[in-house]
Every structure is written in C-alpha cells, then in structure tokens.
C-alpha cells in the first residue's frame, strides 16, 4: 500500500490465501485491514517524528486507555489516532492533520523504490490468464517435489 509517495505498507501472505485466516492473538480478527493500517502508521509516526510533530507512539494505545477488541482489534485507536481524537488531560493528541500532505522529510527513503503494480500486475486478457495459470501450475508441481 502506498499512499502517494508519504507513507508505504508491505505485507506478504502465504500463496495460498484461500485457506488462509486471518489471526492475531489467537483470535480471528474481523478487521483484518488493521495490519496493513498499523505498518502504515508506522509510516506516518516517522514522518511526523522526523518533521517534529508531537503525537503518541502507535503501540501505546493502553497507556490512553484503548484496548484491543475481541472483533475488531485496535479500529478504534486507529480511528482516533489518525483524526487526533484521542483524548488527555491536555487536550486531544494523534497524528497532526498536515502529516497526510507531507512526504517523508528525507526523500533517500524512496531512492530504490519500484512501482507495485509492476510486481502485482493483474492479467488484461485470456492469453495473460492462461499464462498466469501455467505459471501457478509450475510453481506448485516445483513446491510438490521438493
């Protein structure tokens, strides 16, 4: 996930994501996009660290009183985290609303970055589908004989 150059999120699943359930803390977790939120944030926690901004770190939702949710995880620390909701005896504290206009305060960061369509590029017609399958058959009868 990448969000025009000012934060990025890269999760690898396993290949075969039909059997694959989403856990964390041995729970099935119905907000399964908070994995790719959180390494997101981390994202913006930095932008905002290096330009100066004070905010709360993003793993200190217990010190604000947040818990983590049987069905939905962190959402709503997330939720405010990201407004700058959350609420302290000095006021309401978060990630500061200019963050999301802000790229990464050292642009070295994305020196040897790469276009993620180029990696995840999706078949355009039956011919690029048939080759993605024989592709997939490859790997599986090479992962089959190892």
């Known amino acids: 996930m990448d969000y025009y150059g ?59 009183g947040y818990e983590n949710e049987l069905l939905e995880g962190q959402k709503q620390w997330y939720t405010d985290y990201m407004n700058k909701e959350i609420k302290t005896q ?14 990464p305060a050292k642009n070295s960061d994305f020196d040897y970055s790469y276009k993620m369509e180029d990696v995840f590029k999706q078949p355009e017609n039956i011919i690029e589908e048939i080759i993605e399958i024989f592709e997939n058959l490859g790997r599986k009868i090479k992962l089959m004989s190892i």
């Open 6 to 64: 000012i934060g990025f999120s890269n999760i690898r699943l396993p290949n075969d994501s039909r059997s694959y359930i989403y856990k964390y803390n041995s729970r099935i977790n119905t907000f399964p996009e908070e994995v790719f939120l959180h390494e997101f944030l981390h994202s913006l926690e930095r932008n905002a660290q290096e330009y100066g901004y004070d905010r709360p770190e993003l793993h200190d939702y217990e010190k604000y």
């Open 90 to 103: 000095e006021g309401y504290v978060g990630l500061p609303a200019e963050i999301y206009t802000l790229k």
